[in-house]
């Protein structure tokens, strides 16, 4: 149909707060080497206009808020100035046994 399936934009999402780590001089990797995991527990996309298949696309991510133990993540898709899309994600921080643990104190500096 040369649209863009619903469901790739939270890949899209992933691939924003990803970016946003590596930005902040972080990565996954790195944190759940330090015993520190973020899993989703929630996530939302509204779906303004449609993404085409070749649309160069740009994704911004920012920090909404951060909790003891969730950070929320707001999320833009836009072709050009157009927006596409908006979601929100929660994620929140637990240990390798899947226990919530405390936000690491560097992403708290993000807030």
Not at 49 to 54: E, G, H, L, V
Not at 61 to 80: D, M, P
Not at 97 to 110: H, Q, V
Request: aromatic share 12%; hydrophobic share 40%.
């Amino acid at each position: 149909m040369s649209i863009v399936y619903h469901g790739n934009y939270f890949t899209f999402f992933e691939i924003g707060r990803t970016e946003y780590l590596r930005n902040c001089g972080y990565t996954y990797r790195k944190m759940e080497e330090e015993g520190v995991f973020a899993v989703v527990v929630k996530a939302e996309c509204s779906y303004h206009k449609a993404a085409m298949y070749d649309d160069l696309i740009t994704i911004k991510t920012t920090i909404k808020r951060i909790t003891r133990v969730k950070i929320e993540y707001g999320h833009q898709v836009l072709r050009g100035n157009e927006l596409l899309a908006t979601g929100h994600i929660t994620l929140a921080f637990v240990d390798a046994e899947g226990k919530l643990r405390p936000a690491p104190d560097w992403i708290r500096a993000e807030e």
